[in-house]
């Protein structure tokens, strides 16, 4: 079992920046691949960012290239997600989520593990 909880969303204007944090406790973070998804209102989740177990690769969904980084550090057990140059289109609430494999997944069927998400909300 894995517990993930999500921190520092907020709001911004567009152009701005956040940084979200995705805090672990359970079974042994560097098992995990993990991932950032997100949920709009009437939208389904989609995936944003993931990176592998042992952080040697990671990948974007095309709306955020350029924009948010991926990251994880392994002596807190979080992952991070940097949101630069917002805009009012990535509103939306985000979730991180694990899976036990070494490269994460699209797809959101493909974890196991969820935290409760973090509202972020990009005014124009």
């Known amino acids: 079992q894995v517990q993930l909880v999500e921190s520092g969303g907020g709001l911004v204007q567009a152009g701005g920046s956040l940084r979200l944090s995705c805090a672990a406790s359970?079974?042994?973070?560097?098992?995990?691949?993990m991932g950032w998804f997100r949920q709009a209102p009437g939208k389904e989740r989609e995936f944003v960012a993931g990176i592998t177990l042992n952080s040697g690769s990671t990948n974007y969904a095309d709306s955020v290239k350029g924009r948010f980084s991926i990251s994880r550090e392994y002596t807190k057990d979080t992952v991070s997600l940097q949101m630069n140059s917002l805009k009012p289109e990535d509103t939306a609430v985000y979730y991180c989520a694990a899976r036990p494999s070494w490269s994460p997944a699209s797809g959101a069927r493909d974890y196991d593990y969820w935290g409760q998400g973090t509202q972020v909300t990009v005014s124009s």
């Open positions: 359970g079974r042994t973070f560097s098992r995990f691949a």
